[in-house]
């Protein structure tokens, strides 16, 4: 995908991890003139010739962004409102268009099926900066609000639901990707019918350049695949992408301490992974189908030498698990 006649200069707080990662590449593969900024930490070898501004979001250090103009700012990095209010502050009039990659986690629990960017949302939280899962949604509602006050019509925002792609730190759907390899029984503590959503981050990021192409404000659904898949559907998707055949195996939820990867406890919980990513897909998001995914993830995970997951279970965990099925 390219961008319109004449490079656009695109500033991207973070960009070395996972979600930024991908939009970096999408932004170099359309041409577009990229200066990144963060704390130089993490990445120093990626993306050779790419101009760095090093600063701390933590510690308000912006002083790197004092000069400087930009058709648009991406932002990767911004999980509490003051980060948003000094990066707006910071820059102002000297960035065009500011799109912030929020969360499906700012809606409230319970829209039904099919629910759009219009659902209702959490309480804004600013009373605290500590990130958890009862405030990370919270706090990017605030986030949201605060970019919605300061650029206008100049505000995007895109709400990812669980992210899947090469470079994966979340390890949700890596997890299963991994799991599904070794084949055998497979230890599913949750509904085979379960709903699931997981969008390809490459896909996430030719949104992002796409709705920055366009100019185009409001926010976005960020969720895949394009067809409905549930949990058993999943896995099976993901055995077939290695070759692999699998027997999945329902245990209790209580057997597995909560959040195990992208099981959810509930019918209400489950609305999480029913939303609606019609305008996101009319905006121009493509769609890279599930197994794909699947495929290149475990190429990756197994390039990397299959490093110990934070997440899930542990071979030894999870045949005791089966011994009891």
Known sequence: M?????????????????????????????????????????GSELFPGVPRRIGDRDTGDYAA???????????????????????????????????????NAVYQPGSGPGSDEDAPRLPAERDTEQIGADTYGPLKVACEDD????????????????????????????????????????????????????????????LVLRLLADDRPGAFNAVGPAEPVTMAGLIETCAAAAGTRVEIVPVPAESVPPGFPLVRPDPVWELTFQRSAARARAAGMPATPLSVTAADVLAWDRERGLPPLEVGLSPEEEDRLLAGA
């Open 65 to 103: 962004l004092r000069e400087g103009v930009w058709d648009a700012v991406v932002d990767v990095s911004g999980y509490v409102p003051r980060h948003v209010r000094q990066a707006c502050d910071v820059l102002g009039e000297r960035a065009g268009r500011y799109l912030f990659i929020s969360s």
């Open 2 to 42: 390219g961008l319109p006649s004449g490079a656009m200069r695109i500033l991207i707080l973070g960009g070395t991890s996972f979600v930024g990662r991908a939009i970096v590449d999408a932004a170099r593969e359309a041409g577009a003139d990229l200066t990144l900024f963060g704390r130089g930490r993490t």
């Open 147 to 206: 970019l919605l006050a300061r650029f206008g019509q100049r505000a995007t925002i895109v709400r990812p639901g669980v992210v899947a792609g090469p470079y994966d730190n979340q390890e949700l759907f890596t997890y299963w990707v991994r799991r599904a390899a070794r084949g055998g029984r497979v230890a599913l503590p949750g509904r085979p019918e379960q709903p699931v959503q997981v969008v390809d981050s490459r896909d996430l990021a030719r």
